[in-house]
């Protein structure tokens, strides 16, 4: 067996290959039971199973098909929309908006809300920075938290350094500051969650749970799915729009999948059986991950040492995969650095290895838990959009502004957004 299905492999649940990812405290995330985890948080925490975990061969979150979970969705983004339609309307930054900064903010206050019941205010913060409107304490608290975020994430490397070198002069600045970054993220969602906790207590607890969560069990665990669920999506999509703009046959056929789907009914509610039907939309989603993922790399180890491709590992050994290096190697895919989103529903050349290339999420048993909330919201935002908008890049020939840390992130994607002939406004 080849080194890539190895480590991947979802054949053997005590496969020697596990996680190994670093967080603030010492330890390691894969110590944490999540299946167990999430199952608590919905019975505890009181949010009506917005989340729900998916059990087929591999573990998953996925976001509750309720009709609360509907309403939200389809509120938020109306939300959205009315700004974006103001915003064009007046003109105001010559009709320019940067979709990554609008995304980012639709998602924490999405994520945010579907998570703890909780309301946020980003995008409202940032439509009223650009009117230079009146803003209050709490509109301020939400963008506070999403900057404190994403500085979190592009700085997670700090992470990785040496404790011997921590303490050095040009790097103990920057050590303390994402320390700080980090406490008070957790310290904000942990009032929140007091803030809950009144409410919590008066639920009846499942009799089959051995014991309630704690507030910092809580915390951490959204504070997993709010980093999970938020800046990796946003320029996951970002990228998307990117390649969808300098596509335009893929783009009309998008719009008339979208259009064929809810047949040009602005009236409509999406629901995600509703993006179960968008097979096109996914494709697109699939094949632009594949070129450009926002996942630079995965980290695996094996804990016994073990035998692969004729070459004894010892355990304990860290396993670094360059992710673009596999999804755009020529030995596994035809025309690597095209973008084919067609490419999806025929067979490839090397079917027993398929299922392992494309790997933005991982793959086997130990892939990304947050895999199908990410493609839940992309493909919700792609139709939510493209029902209403056109989407025009203000400069065509640019590339994509990127910042390399543990991730690939897009800084910024400037568009004008012209509401359709069709959205009555």
């Not at 505890?44 to 975990?53: A, K, L, S």
Request: glycine share 2%; proline share 4%; charged share 25%.
């Amino acid at each position: 067996m080849t080194l890539l299905p190895r480590i991947f492999t979802d054949i053997k649940p005590d496969n020697v290959f596990n996680v190994l990812i670093i967080i603030q405290h010492e330890g390691n995330l894969a110590n944490i039971d999540f299946n167990d985890q999430i199952n608590k948080l919905n019975k505890i925490y009181g949010h009506n199973g917005i989340f729900e975990f998916y059990i087929a061969g591999r573990r998953q979150i996925k976001i509750s098909n309720s009709n609360e979970t509907i309403k939200l969705l389809n509120e938020l983004f109306e939300e959205l929309s009315n700004y974006w339609i103001d915003i064009n309307q007046n003109n105001y930054n010559s009709g320019i908006i940067d979709l990554t900064a609008w995304t980012n903010r639709f998602l924490n206050d999405l994520i945010f809300l579907l998570s703890t019941g909780k309301r946020s205010f980003a995008i409202n913060y940032y439509y009223r920075k650009l009117k230079n409107e009146k803003i209050t304490k709490n509109i301020i608290d939400s963008e506070h938290y999403i900057e404190c975020l994403t500085y979190f994430l592009v700085n997670f490397r700090i992470a990785f350094i040496p404790k011997i070198l921590r303490r050095l002069p040009l790097i103990r600045y920057h050590v303390d500051k994402f320390i700080d970054i980090s406490n008070f993220l957790f310290e904000r969602l942990l009032e929140v969650v007091r803030e809950r906790r009144e409410e919590i207590e008066k639920l009846r607890v499942d009799s089959s749970l051995v014991k309630a969560l704690n507030n910092d069990e809580i915390s951490t665990i959204l504070f997993d799915i709010l980093t999970g669920s938020t800046d990796s999506v946003t320029s996951a999509f970002s990228f998307v729009l990117y390649d969808i703009a300098h596509h335009p046959d893929v783009k009309k056929k998008l719009v008339d999948e979208i259009n064929s789907v809810f047949r040009d009914d602005l009236s409509i509610q999406i629901t995600l059986d509703d993006l179960e039907k968008l097979k096109y939309c996914e494709a697109i989603i699939l094949e632009k991950l594949r070129i450009r993922s926002p996942t630079t790399n995965i980290t695996r180890y094996n804990k016994e040492p073990d035998e692969v491709v004729r070459y004894k590992w010892p355990s304990n050994t860290s396993f670094l995969l360059h992710v673009r290096g596999i999804n755009n190697n020529p030995l596994y895919w035809e025309d690597p650095d095209k973008f084919m989103p067609e490419r999806f529903f025929k067979p490839q050349k090397t079917d027993k290895l398929y299922g392992f290339l494309s790997t933005s999420f991982g793959a086997g048993l130990r892939n990304c838990p947050g895999r199908k909330i990410a493609m839940i919201e992309i493909k919700l935002l792609l139709a939510l959009i493209y029902r209403r908008f056109n989407i025009e890049l203000v400069d065509m020939k640019a590339p994509l502004e990127i910042f390399p840390t543990v991730m690939a992130i897009c800084k910024k994607l400037e568009a004008r957004i012209i509401p359709n002939n069709q959205f009555k406004f």
